[in-house]
């Protein structure tokens, strides 16, 4: 590979590690406005679940969020950034 390629793959993974933080972490903040939190959880879990699907191409990583948001009291679950780490591990 040239070193361009390799740049670009390492900002690629730094930039899906960030973005997968920031999509859990803005999940979790339902915990922080107890019944608001739910209605927002009903928002955006469509919303995240298409943004990891565009990051990883994968429905299981997507339908997995997605499920993940609905249900109550399981916000604390990582999905997206254990999605990366999957892809990182198995370099898909």
């Excluded at 997995?64 to 916000?75: C, K, Q, R, S």
Aim: proline fraction near 4%; charge should be positive.
């Amino acid at each position: 590979m040239k070193k361009g390629i390799i740049k670009q793959n390492r900002y690629a993974t730094v930039r899906n590690l960030v973005f997968s933080i920031i999509i859990d972490f803005v999940g979790m903040t339902s915990y922080f406005f107890p019944f608001i939190g739910e209605i927002f959880d009903i928002i955006w879990a469509p919303i995240s679940a298409v943004i990891v699907y565009l990051m990883y191409k994968n429905y299981a990583f997507a339908t997995g969020n997605l499920i993940e948001e609905l249900f109550p009291f399981t916000d604390i679950v990582p999905t997206a950034t254990i999605a990366w780490i999957y892809c990182k591990v198995n370099r898909t």
